[in-house]
C-alpha cells in the first residue's frame, strides 16, 4: 500500500483547484472510456459527484486563508499489485472499485484523526472528495519514454487501480485550518495547536493496516511500511535486524511449504491405500 500527500498533481494548491479537477478527469475525457459510464467523484456521504460541484465546495472553503496559502492536498491511496488482485480474486473487478472507495473513506476517517483536533474527529467533519483512477499512464519522467520503449500518455501494464482525494485545507464548517504538512510533533506547540499536528508515519501505518483489518489480507513484511521506510531511513542495526526478520520469515513460510506438501503426500497414500481395498481381492 502506498499512500503519498502531496500539493497538487498539477504542481499548485494555492489557487483554485480547477486545474486538478480537469486532470484528474482524464480517463472521462479519453475515447475509449467514454463507452461506459463516466467515473464519478465520491466521499463519505455520495457517489455520484460532479466535478464542478469538487471545484465550487474546494475554491469556496477558504475563510481567511492568505493568497499564499495551500488551499488543499491531494492524497494517493494507491495499493500493490498483490492487493489489487487479491481485491479482485475476492470481489470481482466493479466491486472491488466499491470496496476501494469505501476503504479510501476509512482512510479519511483516520486522515481526520489524525490531527487529535478537538473538532475534527472523523471524515464527516471534512471537506473531501476522491476519484477512482482505474489506469496509469506514462509520462515524460518514466524511463520507458525516454529510452522509447513506450510513447506518453499510453497505459502502463498490469493492476494499476487507485484512489486520488482532495482535501480541504480547511474543514467542513470552514473555520479548522489543517494542515498534513505540519509533523512539528511538539517541537513548535504553538503552530501545532493552530494547524493540528500530523504524524505522516502513523496515519500510513494507520491505513495498512485498517486494509488488512477490512479486507483480512494477510501481508508480507516485505510489504509492509515498516520494513520499507526502515530500510530508506533507518540505521544500520535497524536495517539488519529488518533483514533478519525477512530472512527468519522466509524460513518459516518454506517450513510450512514442505509441511503441506508433506501433508498432501501422506493424505495422498492414504487415499490409495482406501481404493487398495475396495478393489476386488483387495486388502
Known amino acids: 500500500m502506498h499512500i503519498n500527500i502531496t500539493s497538487s498533481e498539477t504542481g499548485n494548491n494555492k489557487g483554485s483547484s480547477a486545474a486538478l479537477v480537469r486532470y484528474l478527469e482524464k480517463e472521462n475525457r479519453r475515447a ?26 474546494i475554491d469556496q472553503n477558504i475563510a481567511k486563508l492568505m493568497k499564499g496559502d495551500a488551499k488543499f492536498f491531494l492524497i494517493n491511496i494507491s495499493p500493490s499489485e498483490n ?10 473487478k466493479e466491486e472491488a472499485r466499491q470496496q476501494l472507495k469505501a476503504y479510501a473513506n476509512k482512510v479519511m476517517d483516520d486522515y481526520a484523526k489524525n490531527f487529535k483536533k478537538e473538532h475534527v474527529k472523523g ?9 477512482v483512477e482505474n489506469h496509469r499512464y506514462y509520462t515524460h519522467r518514466d524511463e520507458e519514454v525516454k529510452n522509447g520503449l513506450a510513447k506518453r500518455g499510453e497505459r502502463k501494464p498490469g493492476e494499476n487501480m487507485h484512489v ?43 491505513a495498512e493496516k485498517q486494509f488488512d483489518r477490512i479486507f483480512s489480507y494477510e501481508r508480507e513484511l516485505k510489504e509492509t511500511f515498516k520494513y520499507a521506510n526502515t530500510l530508506k531511513h533507518g540505521d544500520y542495526e ?25 501433508q498432501q503426500q501422506k493424505e495422498e497414500m492414504r487415499r490409495q491405500q482406501y481404493q487398495n481395498v475396495l478393489r476386488p481381492g483387495g486388502r
Open 32 to 57: 475509449n472510456d467514454l463507452k461506459r459510464e463516466p467515473e464519478y467523484w465520491f466521499n463519505q456521504q455520495r457517489q455520484d459527484i460532479q466535478p464542478y460541484e469538487v471545484r465550487h465546495s
Open 83 to 92: 492487493e489489487l488482485r487479491y481485491l479482485v480474486k475476492e470481489y470481482g
Open 123 to 131: 471524515n464527516d467533519d471534512l471537506l473531501y472528495y476522491g476519484k
Open 164 to 206: 486520488q482525494v482532495i482535501v480541504s485545507r480547511k474543514d467542513i464548517t470552514d473555520s479548522v485550518r489543517l494542515s498534513p504538512m505540519n509533523n512539528s510533533r511538539g517541537k513548535n506547540q504553538t503552530h501545532s495547536l493552530k494547524v493540528g499536528q500530523f504524524d505522516r508515519t502513523a496515519f500510513k501505518q494507520r
Open 238 to 262: 535497524q536495517k539488519l535486524e529488518m533483514r533478519e526478520k525477512e530472512h527468519e520469515e522466509k524460513m518459516l513460510k518454506q517450513q510450512l511449504k514442505e509441511q503441506q506438501i508433506e
